[in-house]
């Protein structure tokens, strides 16, 4: 009977050993050479790095760099191991059903208004009443945020459907749309609009070139209006869940990712390094090769985790803001904290 009990008892511990290292075999990532693939821009610039050598975790899992068309990134992404997408996209994605975590926000916003030479800075955006807006991404998270912004500060907007005939709406600011940073400057060169919301890098490059300059930074508007200093979460990785339960693997690839943006904000070296990596992956890109440093800093390229406090509340923060404007862009509703939606440690 004794004997018996024994090897009741001795089963018992080699069960629960057996639940233990199979507990532990699943939140270990499985071997491959994963991928993270990225939109063309400044949130490629995330994963430069990765580009120019990828991250080995260990001799049977590494991670590389893809860049797509920023019009292909929402498809991809939802059957990519690992992407950097817009902070709507992801909350999209998730509440359709797609099986992902975001893991950190890698920009934080790089988005600016830029006019002619004399028409003068904005610092409060009642200035803009009785003017012509025109911005990137309609219905994008550049769109939502501006409208958000409007509506806080008590400045009421119009959208106008057509660029060639638009006129400015009496007290309030008429907005027109193109599809990216090439499509707004000109409607601003020509005077169909007072000011323009673009990002970076194409305030340095393609808006300085054509004699337009900055009036104004939407962080520091943002930061100001919500009393924040981190800007908000514009690009984020999401990863699939099944690599995330693997919080070691996560970390890891964070820590790498991180190196790489200080050393491309290190100097103009580590800038055109990063530009030219890019390219090695992604010939059309849009990055020019004179990129600098501080191009990329006021690109706000940055690895914020998830799983931290500010980083959760950041993401929260932007999606919260974003749904207040078009709820359908990020699938309804905000994820909940504490939802499996976020990564946590």
Same mark, same amino acid.
């Given at each position: 009977?004794?004997?018996?009990?024994?090897?009741?008892?001795?089963?018992?511990?080699?069960?629960?050993?057996?639940?233990?290292?199979?507990?532990?075999?699943?939140?270990?990532?499985?071997? +491959?050479?994963?991928?993270? /693939? *990225?939109? #063309?821009? &400044?949130?490629?610039? =995330?994963?430069? !790095?990765?580009?120019?050598? $990828?991250?080995?975790?260990?001799?049977?899992?590494?991670?590389?760099?893809?860049?797509?068309?920023?019009?292909?990134?929402?498809?991809?992404?939802?059957?990519?191991?690992?992407?950097?997408?817009?902070?709507?996209?992801?909350?999209?994605?998730?509440?359709?059903?797609?099986?992902?975590?975001?893991?950190?926000?890698?920009?934080?916003?790089?988005?600016?208004?830029?006019?002619?030479?004399?028409?003068?800075?904005?610092?409060?955006?009642?200035?803009?009443?009785?003017?012509?807006?025109?911005?990137?991404?309609?219905?994008?998270?550049?769109?939502?945020?501006?409208?958000?912004?409007?509506?806080?500060? +008590?400045?009421?907007?119009? /959208? *106008?459907? #057509?660029? &060639?005939?638009?006129? =400015?709406?009496? !007290?309030?600011?008429?907005? $027109?749309?193109?599809?990216?940073?090439?499509?707004?400057?000109?409607?601003?060169?020509?005077?169909?609009?007072?000011?323009?919301?673009?990002?970076?890098?194409?305030?340095?490059?393609?808006?300085?070139?054509?004699?337009?300059?900055?009036?104004?930074?939407?962080?520091?508007?943002?930061?100001?209006?919500?009393?924040?200093?981190?800007?908000?979460?514009?690009?984020?990785?999401?990863?699939?869940?099944?690599?995330?339960?693997?919080?070691?693997?996560?970390?890891?690839?964070?820590?790498?990712?991180?190196?790489?943006?200080?050393?491309?904000?290190?100097?103009?070296?580590?800038?055109?390094?990063?530009?030219?990596?890019?390219?090695? /992956?992604?010939?059309?890109?849009?990055?020019?090769?004179?990129?600098?440093?501080?191009?990329?800093?006021?690109?706000?390229?940055?690895?914020?985790?998830?799983?931290?406090?500010?980083?959760?509340?950041?993401?929260?923060?932007?999606?919260?803001?974003?749904?207040?404007?078009?709820?359908?862009?990020?699938?309804?509703?905000?994820?909940?904290?504490?939802?499996?939606?976020?990564?946590?440690?």
């Amino acid at each position: 009977m004794k004997k018996k009990s024994l090897l009741l008892i001795m089963a018992a511990v080699v069960l629960t050993a057996a639940i233990i290292v199979g507990a532990m075999a699943c939140t270990t990532v499985p071997d +491959g050479e994963y991928v993270i /693939v *990225a939109p #063309d821009g &400044a949130p490629a610039l =995330a994963i430069a !790095g990765l580009a120019e050598e $990828v991250f080995t975790y260990s001799d049977t899992v590494s991670v590389g760099a893809q860049v797509v068309n920023s019009s292909e990134i929402g498809t991809r992404a939802a059957t990519a191991d690992m992407a950097i997408v817009p902070a709507n996209v992801a909350a999209n994605l998730y509440n359709k059903g797609t099986d992902i975590k975001v893991i950190a926000t890698v920009t934080h916003g790089n988005l600016y208004m830029v006019g002619l030479a004399d028409t003068p800075e904005v610092t409060d955006l009642t200035q803009l009443e009785g003017q012509i807006v025109a911005s990137i991404g309609q219905n994008s998270v550049p769109d939502s945020l501006f409208k958000a912004m409007l509506t806080k500060a +008590g400045v009421e907007y119009v /959208v *106008a459907g #057509d660029t &060639a005939s638009v006129t =400015a709406a009496e !007290g309030k600011v008429t907005l $027109v749309y193109g599809a990216d940073g090439s499509a707004v400057i000109p409607l601003v060169v020509t005077g169909k609009a007072a000011y323009g919301i673009i990002g970076e890098p194409a305030v340095s490059t393609g808006a300085k070139n054509k004699g337009l300059t900055e009036k104004a930074s939407l962080q520091e508007l943002w930061n100001e209006s919500n009393g924040t200093t981190g800007g908000y979460s514009q690009a984020v990785l999401i990863m699939k869940s099944s690599l995330a339960e693997d919080t070691a693997f996560v970390n890891a690839l964070l820590e790498r990712l991180a190196a790489d943006v200080e050393e491309m904000t290190s100097g103009d070296e580590g800038a055109a390094a990063a530009a030219a990596a890019i390219k090695g /992956v992604y010939e059309a890109t849009s990055l020019p090769a004179s990129i600098t440093a501080d191009i990329i800093k006021r690109s706000s390229v940055n690895i914020v985790s998830a799983a931290t406090e500010s980083g959760l509340d950041e993401i929260y923060s932007m999606l919260t803001t974003v749904a207040g404007v078009n709820a359908n862009s990020i699938g309804g509703s905000v994820p909940a904290k504490g939802s499996s939606f976020y990564f946590a440690q």
